[in-house]
Structures are given as structure tokens and as C-alpha cells.
């Protein structure tokens, strides 16, 4: 029996080699971020009430169905766990339409599909009416952080939970194995699913680093074979700086844009993304050398400046993204590349050695002029974290008015407990 009210967490990302290049089977590094995603699931007290409520105050998306009125014949549930697949059911998809009409925005509808989908697939029609799913997000929307990752496993962790597929987390924060769990293989599978309404052609990265966080080497395989994902410990202390443009885009916009070039122009591109392959590879070597040096670093820093380039040739930059660069370029700050899928969002620089103060401040200046905001955020925290039963001193805040009435991200953690370590529990 689920006990209500419960929360579900999972990390944004950083890509630090391999975007876009991931899509086709290319090898791509990532971490996970310190800045994540909340999801908030509550019961109301009603028991004729027959509708689920979404709150999605990030995007300013409040939206309810009747469960009654949901296709639910078209999943099927009687094997218990519902098979994980590689491509979305057509049917569910087709049937998901009439559901989503009067969804107009492209932000709200990718939004509302990805929670319909997963809602239909693990739960089923004798599940409780009455629940209400409230989302906050301490990452940046639609910034190259996998924001739609991040809220596709905390949908999904959460309705395999609901749904009786995968059974409480227990584990804490010290005693979280090495091994992958059953539950987290799980949730990663049907995130992935999420992602795919979200934006169309995922390689899957994203997903995987917001479901097992860490650091990873990823690799999407050809023909349905499974994806390999080769943990990466004891990553060097690389000092990063990670900016946003805070120009809005897109992923589905990008990738389909990628695709269309790789399409028009298969031997050029087909260049391209070898050479990404050959950066992130030559990358995860440098990364995992027992000693990693100044020689190391300064290698690694070519190929960042090179992986920007060859995503340039792409067509996924931005004037912004370029700014970023050219003022990092300027001042020695380090090299930059864009990060995520770009067209907008974040870029990061991997820093110089001894920058000054008057550096700083100078390169903050510039960046103010356009808006551009920078993330202290730290690389490879945890994976996808459930809280319930919290303390009473944090119980208070988990409902829906205090988790939309959040203003700030800080308030947000402080609030319903994040750091204190003990309420969480892990998959
Ligand atoms: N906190 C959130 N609340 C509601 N929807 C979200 C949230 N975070 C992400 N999304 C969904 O993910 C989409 C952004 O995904 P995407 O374009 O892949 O950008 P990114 O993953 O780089 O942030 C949004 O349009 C929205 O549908
Ligand atoms: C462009 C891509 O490599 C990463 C997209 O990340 P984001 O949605 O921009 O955070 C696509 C993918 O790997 O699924
Ligand atoms: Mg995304």
C-alpha cells in the first residue's frame, strides 16, 4: 500500500563530451549535477474524486483528467510488470492525442504527453484517483541540463512505484551499492520511454546519469542491443564553470535539426561524428589515468575546444554560446564548449590554473551585460532518491500550495529537507 504524500528526486546533467554525436551511437561522458529535480505526490481526501491533477508551476502548467475518461485498454496489464521496450506503444501514442487537445504550447504538451505516457503504462485504471503530481526543478528548462531527464525519472520512478513495479527505496546515502539495482534498471528503461515524447530521438544519456547519477561513459547500440554504460569513479577534480545563455530552445528542435544535416550530408557529417567518437574516447582515457596532471588537463582542454568546434560544424551553436567562448577565449578563463544540445542553454569552460579575482570580475561584468547567469554546482552526485515519511520538521511542506508557492531553488531544498541525509533513501 503507497503511503501519500511522497517525493521523488533525480539529478540534471552535464555533457562533457558527445553530444549530439551520442544520438548516433557514439560513445558521450557525463555526470550528474547537484541541481535537480522535485516531484511531489499527494492524495486528496475526497474518495469520489475522479480526477488526477498535474501542477507544473515551472512551466505554468496546471491541467487535470478524469481517470475514467483515460484509454486504458490500451495497455495491458495482466503480466504484471509491463515489458520494457525500445520504441513507444503507436497505439498508446495515437490514443494519447484526444487527451492532449487543448494542450497547445510545444513546452506544455511535451510536458503533459511524457506524464500521460508513463502514466498509462505502469499504472492502471484501479490505482487511486485523487492524486495530484507537483513538479519544482532547481535546474534551468530546456538550458542543455537534462531538465526533461530529470523529471522523466522522477515520473517514472515515482509511477513504477505507484504502480507496484519496483518496491520502496531503502538504501541510504553511504550504503548505496555499486551495483546497479533492479529498480533503478527499471525506472532508467521507462524514463527513457519519457524522454522519447519529450523530444522525439534520445541516445539515452540523460536519463541514464538522472536514474544512476555518478559519471558515465554511454553508448547507445545499433539494432536494439542494449546501451552500455561504464561507470566512471574517481573522475579528477576538474574545476568547471558552467554558464547559461538563458536563450530558450528546444532539444526536439536541435536533434531534428542535426538529423536533417546528417541526412543532407552523410560523408561530410559522417567525419564529424567520428571525430566525436575519437575526442571521447581519448577523453575517458585522460579522465581515468591514475595521475591526472597538467599535461592531462591541458590535453583535455584541446578537446574541449575541439568538440566545440566539430558541434559548430553541427549547427548547434549560438551568437550567445559564442560570446561566452569568446570572452572566456579573451581573458585566458579556460576553453569552452557548449553543452546539451545547444541552439542556447549552457556552455562550460574547464578553467586555467590561477585565475585572479580582477579576472573574475571582469569576465562576470561582461556576461552581466547580456544576462548571462553562472552555476556553482558540483559533478557525479546521487541518482534517483525517494523521501517519505520525512521528519515532522519538514512534513509541513509537502503539499502542493507550499511546493508551487516555492520562490527561490534554495527555498525549495531547505524546505522539504534535501540535505538532511538520513530522509532520503535510494533504489
Ligand atoms: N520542472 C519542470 N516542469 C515541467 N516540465 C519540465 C520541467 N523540467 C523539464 N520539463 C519538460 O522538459 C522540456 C525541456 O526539455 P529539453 O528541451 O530536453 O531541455 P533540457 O532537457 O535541456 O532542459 C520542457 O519543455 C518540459 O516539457
Ligand atoms: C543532444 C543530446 O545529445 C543531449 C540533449 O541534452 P539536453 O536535453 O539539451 O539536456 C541528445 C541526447 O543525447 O539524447
Ligand atoms: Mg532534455
Known amino acids: 500500500m503507497v503511503q501519500y504524500p511522497f517525493i521523488t ?72 510488470r509491463p515489458p520494457e521496450g525500445e520504441e513507444l506503444n503507436a497505439e498508446l501514442v495515437n490514443g494519447l492525442t484526444t487527451m492532449l487537445t487543448t494542450i497547445t504550447s510545444p513546452l506544455h504538451y511535451s510536458a503533459a504527453y511524457c506524464f500521460l505516457y508513463l502514466f498509462l503504462s505502469l499504472c492502471n485504471g484501479e490505482i487511486e484517483s485523487g492524486l495530484t503530481f507537483t513538479v519544482r526543478s532547481t535546474l534551468p528548462i530546456g538550458a542543455g541540463l537534462g531538465s526533461s531527464a530529470s523529471i522523466s525519472v522522477c515520473l517514472a520512478s515515482a509511477l513504477a512505484y505507484i504502480g507496484g513495479h519496483i518496491k520502496n527505496a531503502t538504501l541510504d546515502k553511504s550504503s548505496k551499492i555499486i551495483k546497479d539495482s533492479d529498480e533503478c534498471l527499471f525506472v532508467d528503461a521507462w524514463s527513457y520511454m519519457g524522454e522519447k515524447c519529450i523530444h522525439g530521438n534520445p541516445s539515452g544519456i540523460d536519463n541514464a546519469v ?26 579528477p577534480s576538474i574545476n568547471l564553470l558552467l554558464t547559461n545563455t538563458k536563450t530558450p530552445r528546444r532539444t526536439a528542435d536541435l536533434v531534428s535539426n542535426v538529423a536533417r544535416v546528417v541526412n543532407d550530408f552523410p560523408k561530410s557529417t559522417g567525419c564529424i561524428l567520428e571525430s566525436m567518437e575519437a575526442i571521447a574516447r581519448e577523453a575517458y582515457n585522460l579522465m581515468l589515468r591514475p595521475f591526472f596532471d597538467n599535461d592531462s588537463k591541458v590535453r583535455l582542454m584541446e578537446l574541449i ?21 569568446l570572452y572566456c577565449d ?45 552555476f556553482k554546482t558540483t559533478l557525479g552526485g546521487k541518482g534517483v532518491g ?30 522539504i529537507g534535501c540535505s538532511s541525509v538520513e530522509s532520503w533513501k535510494y533504489w
Open 330 to 374: 579573451e581573458l585566458k578563463i579556460g576553453e569552452t564548449k557548449l553543452t546539451g544540445a545547444g541552439g542556447g542553454g549552457c556552455a562550460i569552460t574547464l578553467l586555467n590554473e590561477n585565475i585572479t579575482q580582477d579576472t573574475y570580475d571582469e569576465l562576470n561584468a561582461k556576461f552581466e551585460q547580456h544576462g548571462f547567469q553562472t
Open 210 to 235: 538522472a536514474t544512476h547519477g555518478g559519471a558515465v561513459m554511454f553508448q547507445r547500440m545499433a539494432n536494439s542491443m542494449p546501451s552500455v554504460r561504464t561507470s566512471m569513479r574517481n573522475l
Open 386 to 415: 525517494l523521501l517519505m515519511n520525512p521528519s515532522k520538521e519538514f512534513s509541513e511542506y509537502l503539499s502542493v500550495e507550499s511546493f508551487v508557492n516555492f520562490k527561490t531553488t534554495n527555498e525549495i531544498e531547505t524546505s
Open 9 to 80: 528526486s533525480a539529478p540534471g546533467k552535464v555533457i562533457l563530451f558527445g553530444e549530439h554525436s551520442a544520438v548516433y551511437n557514439k560513445p558521450a561522458i557525463a555526470a550528474a549535477l547537484s541541481l535537480r529535480t522535485y516531484l511531489l505526490v499527494t492524495k486528496n481526501s475526497d474518495p469520489n474524486d475522479d480526477y488526477i491533477y498535474l501542477e507544473f508551476p515551472d512551466i505554468k502548467l496546471s491541467h487535470k483528467w478524469k481517470m475514467s475518461e483515460m484509454p486504458w485498454e490500451l495497455t495491458t496489464h495482466e503480466q504484471g
Open 305 to 325: 575546444r575541439i568538440n566545440h568546434g566539430l558541434l559548430v560544424a553541427l549547427g548547434v551553436s549560438h551568437p550567445n554560446l559564442e560570446r561566452i567562448k
